[in-house]
């Protein structure tokens, strides 16, 4: 991805995980819309693509795991296009929305607590408008992904982060 090294996505990955108390590696797919499009399809029954994905552990037997996110590199392109931001921006959207979904928080549910905690993170991280805000409170959709999957099941502290092609759990959640 233009302007994100493997370095600083793991970088950023660590930082957002450690923000939200989410304990465990996260593994970071950055692939394209036919991939996102077959997970979306394999995993909830939707045949067609979307911006994130992401997944828990199947197994309790896998603490050191926090979970896996997959983003598709072409709609990240796409939005940040439309939105005028660079293509890292949008990529550490993702990841932001989707550790937060892998620490438990469910914006289909919870009242507004995982918007009002994602505006906080974006800020304080320095990003940009936030998934939920641009396509929840806004209602500027830029690419349609939508329905939401499961409850992530949320652990405490800490964390470690790397860029992986590795996709070895189930669904948690999606935008």
Not at 75 to 99: D, F, P
Request: positive net charge.
């Amino acid at each position: 991805m233009a302007g994100l090294s493997d370095t600083a996505l793991a970088n950023f990955v660590a930082r957002a995980s450690r923000v939200v108390k989410l304990r465990g590696v996260v593994n970071v797919l950055i692939t394209g819309s036919r991939e996102l499009r077959a997970l979306n399809r394999r995993f909830r029954g939707k045949d067609q693509p979307t911006d994130v994905l992401s997944f828990v552990p199947e197994s309790v037997f896998v603490d050191a795991l926090a979970g896996d996110i997959a983003i598709s590199a072409e709609i990240a392109k796409q939005n940040a296009r439309g939105l005028g931001h660079s293509e890292a921006h949008e990529i550490k959207i993702l990841v932001l929305h989707g550790v937060l979904h892998l620490a438990g928080y469910d914006h289909e549910s919870d009242h507004g607590v995982m918007a009002d905690k994602e505006a906080k993170l974006r800020k304080a991280l320095g990003l940009p408008v936030g998934l939920i805000e641009r396509n929840g409170r806004a209602g500027n959709r830029m690419q349609k992904g939508d329905g939401h999957l499961g409850s992530a099941r949320g652990k405490a502290a800490g964390g470690s982060a790397r860029a992986t092609p590795a996709m070895a759990a189930t669904p948690a959640r999606t935008r």
